[in-house]
């Protein structure tokens, strides 16, 4: 494996600064999975917490240093899952937290930011122009941007999953992740490169959101003008080039995914692991729907990452057929 900017001891300390209920995510078998997709299927579940999604590792990190350091005050552009756990975080720290978000953000999201006592700046337009605007508030009023992904502390923290990973799953040979702005992908591919340089380490992404995918296999940033997918945690258009070079190091792959099997995804792991999921969070078994060949007889673990949907999109998604308790 080539050089990242992530350090395994670094990883490993940062477990001593995340709040334990983030931490040890459950990990299982799902057989009910198996039939469907031909293959041994473990899921890493990193829903069960007070912010439903696995960010709160990095923004453990981040508020935890940040609070040593005696400042007050930070700012953050964020889809929404992002926004929450730095508000979480930022809260049992007595840290100022303002979150940014695009104005047709996930309401349920949005809301979620507010509960949690975070002031929320609504702008036009999407999560890029979100970025733009974190970051001017950030000189303006000179307090501290965290920048998903850039920050390696957001990188780091979610690479505490890899940890994990390595030293409690039985013998895998796939994790699929799915790829936004890559701290998830980079951190956990950073690890299990480390630790177990024979796993394919393969990032999913949604087709109507290819910026990443397509930089990873260009070799240089490829910037999008829009993006077109329900899966809003992972619409990334102007990926970061130190955080591209990370993930041309430790990932094997990078595959596109098309809308209906992300759907077909979330309603598969209704119906057969009884997961609520957001669409982020299926890319992993869309993968897999849509090349069986590839994957058939591997083991492979697939990441759930968030569960912070809208209930009514999630009706409109899944369906109410599946909705239905037998």
């Given at each position: 494996?080539?050089?990242?900017?992530?350090?395994?001891?670094?990883?490993?300390?940062?477990?001593?600064?995340?709040?334990?209920?983030?931490?040890?995510?459950?990990?299982?078998?799902?057989?009910?999975?198996?039939?469907?997709?031909?293959?041994?299927?473990?899921?890493?579940?990193?829903?069960?917490?007070?912010?439903?999604?696995?960010?709160?590792?990095?923004?453990?990190?981040?508020?935890?240093?940040?609070?040593?350091?005696?400042?007050?005050?930070?700012?953050?552009?964020?889809?929404?899952?992002?926004?929450?756990?730095?508000?979480?975080?930022?809260?049992?720290?007595?840290?100022?937290?303002?979150?940014?978000?695009?104005?047709?953000?996930?309401?349920?999201?949005?809301?979620?930011?507010?509960?949690?006592?975070?002031?929320?700046?609504?702008?036009?337009?999407d999560h890029e122009m979100a970025r733009d605007r974190a970051a001017?508030?950030?000189?303006?009023?000179?307090?501290?941007?965290?920048?998903?992904?850039?920050?390696?502390?957001?990188?780091?923290?979610?690479?505490?999953?890899?940890?994990?990973?390595?030293?409690?799953?039985?013998?895998?040979?796939?994790?699929?992740?799915?790829?936004?702005?890559?701290?998830?992908?980079?951190?956990?591919?950073?690890?299990?490169?480390?630790?177990?340089?024979?796993?394919?380490?393969?990032?999913?992404?949604?087709?109507?959101?290819?910026?990443?995918?397509?930089?990873?296999?260009?070799?240089?940033?490829?910037?999008?003008?829009?993006?077109?997918?329900?899966?809003?945690?992972?619409?990334?258009?102007?990926?970061?080039?130190?955080?591209?070079?990370?993930?041309?190091?430790?990932?094997?792959?990078?595959?596109?995914?098309?809308?209906?099997?992300?759907?077909?995804?979330?309603?598969?792991?209704?119906?057969?692991?009884?997961?609520?999921?957001?669409?982020?969070?299926?890319?992993?078994?869309?993968?897999?729907?849509?090349?069986?060949?590839?994957?058939?007889?591997?083991?492979?673990?697939?990441?759930?990452?968030?569960?912070?949907?809208?209930?009514?999109?999630?009706?409109?998604?899944?369906?109410?057929?599946?909705?239905?308790?037998?």
């Amino acid at each position: 494996m080539q050089e990242t900017r992530l350090d395994t001891a670094r990883i490993r300390a940062a477990r001593g600064l995340i709040d334990p209920v983030f931490l040890d995510t459950p990990l299982y078998r799902c057989e009910a999975l198996e039939p469907d997709l031909g293959c041994t299927v473990s899921i890493k579940l990193e829903t069960a917490n007070p912010v439903r999604s696995f960010k709160a590792r990095g923004t453990e990190v981040v508020a935890s240093l940040l609070a040593g350091d005696g400042s007050r005050a930070v700012v953050c552009a964020s889809a929404g899952n992002l926004g929450q756990a730095l508000a979480w975080s930022g809260r049992g720290r007595g840290l100022d937290v303002t979150v940014v978000a695009s104005r047709s953000a996930t309401r349920a999201k949005l809301d979620r930011i507010r509960a949690l006592g975070a002031r929320l700046e609504l702008v036009d337009g999407d999560h890029e122009m979100a970025r733009d605007r974190a970051a001017a508030v950030a000189r303006y009023d000179g307090i501290r941007l965290v920048e998903d992904s850039l920050d390696i502390e957001t990188c780091e923290g979610a690479a505490t999953i890899g940890l994990e990973l390595v030293d409690t799953a039985p013998s895998f040979d796939t994790v699929l992740i799915a790829l936004g702005g890559g701290a998830l992908a980079t951190g956990v591919g950073h690890v299990v490169k480390a630790s177990a340089p024979e796993v394919d380490v393969i990032c999913v992404q949604p087709l109507g959101a290819p910026a990443m995918t397509h930089s990873w296999r260009q070799r240089r940033v490829v910037t999008t003008d829009a993006t077109d997918t329900i899966a809003d945690g992972v619409a990334g258009r102007r990926p970061i080039p130190a955080v591209l070079d990370d993930l041309v190091s430790v990932a094997d792959d990078a595959v596109l995914v098309q809308e209906a099997s992300i759907i077909a995804g979330m309603r598969m792991l209704l119906d057969h692991a009884g997961l609520v999921v957001e669409p982020s969070a299926a890319l992993g078994i869309a993968a897999i729907l849509e090349d069986r060949d590839r994957f058939a007889g591997r083991h492979v673990v697939t990441i759930v990452c968030g569960s912070n949907v809208d209930v009514d999109a999630y009706h409109r998604w899944v369906g109410p057929a599946s909705l239905r308790v037998p």
